[in-house]
């Protein structure tokens, strides 16, 4: 396990009579890129729920650094170090950034908001992750895309973590903005940040990650290295009837 930051052994969650995970299990290198792709529904959305500690697993284990989990409160996630970004981004358009980066945790000084030392302070987180915003005082409405997933990612690691989990970090949003998007999880990628990233773009998942991991039905049925494969067969993975071998 020295090398792996997760490990999610046989993970089981039922909504009614739907079971969106039926025994899901993978695992995270220290300070890799690891993707998730599979269909719409197959439960990979439900998986990051569960890592991030809001929703209750029914069955299965998380293993963290040395220490096994049956299920994460949100609290003991961020205690684990485990920080997510949500596919909807959960941003309050007409705040700024630093606002934003600040949202439920603002800094005060007596009676008052700080916001000068809001402002440094996410100047500095977002001087760390590598995301340029001109102006920290315009509402996140207004800026791109890829400004949008920065500021998410800067409120994610406001706090130091050790794992980041992303969900569709780069759908709807245009080529560049993808692309500034991806930049940011390669620089965080370079100092070290193990990251656990869905996507439907089986492209940009070619790009960035080191290991993948096909989910169908509920189940990672796949589990490769990027290097040791090709889009097209992946392609075929994620469409397969069959459950191949698991690594
Ligand atoms: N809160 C819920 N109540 C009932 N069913 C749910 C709930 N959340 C998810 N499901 C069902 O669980 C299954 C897995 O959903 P999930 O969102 O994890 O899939 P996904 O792989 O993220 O899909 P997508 O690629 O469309 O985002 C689906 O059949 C979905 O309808
Ligand atoms: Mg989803």
Redesign the pocket.
């Known amino acids: 396990m020295e090398d792996l930051i997760l490990r999610v052994t046989d993970i089981r969650?039922d909504?009614?009579h739907?079971?969106?995970?039926q025994g899901a299990s993978l695992s995270v290198k220290r300070g890799s890129i690891t993707a998730?792709v599979?269909?719409?529904?197959?439960?990979?959305?439900?998986?990051?729920?569960i890592l991030s500690g809001n929703?209750k697993p029914d069955g299965g284990s998380i293993q963290v650094g040395q220490e096994s989990y049956g299920s994460l409160s949100i609290k003991n996630a961020m205690e684990l170090g485990i920080r997510t970004v949500y596919?909807d981004l959960s941003l309050d358009n007409y705040k700024n950034s630093f606002e934003n980066i600040f949202l439920g945790a603002e800094l005060t000084r007596g009676p008052f908001l700080d916001r000068r030392a809001m402002k440094e302070e996410a100047g500095a987180i977002l001087e760390r992750i590598n995301v340029a915003i001109p102006d920290l005082e315009e509402p996140v409405g207004n800026l791109s895309g890829g400004q949008r997933q920065g500021v998410a990612i800067a409120r994610a690691l406001r706090t130091p973590g050790k794992i980041l989990l992303l969900?569709?970090p780069t759908a709807a949003m245009g080529i560049h903005e993808s692309h500034s998007a991806m930049n940011i999880l390669r620089s965080l990628k370079e100092q070290g940040m193990s990251q656990l990233i869905?996507s439907?773009n089986i492209h940009q998942v070619f790009d960035i990650a080191d290991y993948i991991w096909v989910?169908r039905l509920?189940r990672c049925i796949a589990g490769v290295a990027t290097a040791d494969t090709t889009p097209q067969q992946l392609q075929e993975l994620i469409l397969s009837r069959e459950n191949q071998e698991v690594q």
């Not at 739907?18 to 995970?21: E, T, W």
């Open positions: 969650k909504y009614g739907i079971q969106a995970l998730v599979g269909d719409n529904g197959s439960g990979k959305s439900t998986l990051i729920k929703i596919q969900d569709e869905i439907h989910m509920g």
